[in-house]
Structures are given as C-alpha cells and as structure tokens.
C-alpha cells in the first residue's frame, strides 16, 4: 500500500498510516482506509471510506490525481 501512494506522490506525515497530497489526505488501519480533501465538503470535495480488504485504492488513487489535474 506505501509503495502505492509513493507512486502517486503521497508523503507519510508524522502520524503513522497518514498520507498527504496537496489537498488530499489518505490514512487507514488494520481494517479500513479513508481520503478526503481538506476542502468543504461541495461540490469539489471528495469523501471515500470503505473496508480495506475491499476497497480499490488503484481506482481512489486514480480519481485523485484526476481531481487535482482539474483543482
């Protein structure tokens, strides 16, 4: 999963399991993951949460970088 977000220019913050990109945060534990953007929740802001065994974080991670590309 860290090689993941790597990828797709996530950094680790201080917090452990916590990944930034710009305005994008992506943290998660054993079982669940959640990213969001730190912007208000409208119509530009994005909320995904969901199992970690059954999420795709390719998908999320793809979403993301196309978000950004039109931020």
Same mark, same amino acid.
């Given at each position: 999963?860290?090689?993941?977000?790597?990828?797709?220019?996530?950094?680790? *913050?201080?917090?452990?399991?916590?990944?930034?990109?710009?305005?994008w945060?992506?943290?998660? &534990?054993?079982?669940? =993951? #959640?990213?969001? *953007?730190?912007?208000?929740?409208?119509?530009?802001g994005?909320?995904?949460?969901?199992?970690? &065994?059954?999420?795709? =974080? #390719?998908?999320?991670?793809?979403?993301?970088?196309?978000?950004?590309?039109?931020?």
């Amino acid at each position: 999963m860290e090689e993941l977000l790597q990828k797709h220019g996530f950094k680790l *913050t201080e917090s452990p399991n916590e990944w930034t990109k710009q305005v994008w945060t992506v943290r998660y &534990d054993d079982s669940m =993951l #959640e990213a969001y *953007t730190d912007i208000k929740f409208d119509k530009s802001g994005r909320y995904y949460c969901g199992a970690l &065994d059954k999420i795709d =974080l #390719e998908s999320i991670l793809i979403e993301i970088d196309e978000f950004l590309m039109n931020y």
